[in-house]
């Protein structure tokens, strides 16, 4: 089991920048995939980043060059610096971690990029 408990989200203008956190509750060394996944208003959930134990990174197309995903193994947490921040970013961002056959979800941070 691992609770994953996300900050950093609120109000930002379009062109800002933003930094979540997402910090786990045990040690995410053993955790092959953590990633991030937003869902706007009537809109399916959807991955945004993913970074694997080795480092390795995906993105989507749409964040590609604006978000960039992390992991600090030692203090068990995940970023994602979000730049260049545009309205359509606005949604509830949701932090995961893929353990084998299990996945554990945090309970999500708002952002919202509005001028």
């Known amino acids: 089991q691992v609770q994953l408990v996300e900050s950093g989200g609120g109000l930002v203008q379009p062109g800002g920048s933003l930094r979540l956190s997402c910090a786990a509750s045990r040690s995410i060394s053993s955790i092959y995939l953590m990633g991030w996944y937003r869902q706007a208003p009537g809109k399916q959930r959807e991955l945004v980043a993913t970074?694997?134990?080795?480092?390795?990174?995906n993105y989507a197309d749409s964040v590609k060059g604006r978000f960039a995903i992390s992991r600090d193994n030692a203090n068990d947490t995940v970023y994602l610096q979000m730049n260049s921040l545009k309205p359509e970013d606005t949604a509830v961002y949701y932090c995961?971690?893929?353990?084998?056959?299990?996945?554990?979800w945090g309970q999500g941070t708002q952002v919202t990029v509005s001028s």
């Open positions: 995961k971690a893929t353990r084998g056959a299990f996945a554990f």
């Open positions: 970074i694997t134990t080795q480092g390795s990174t």
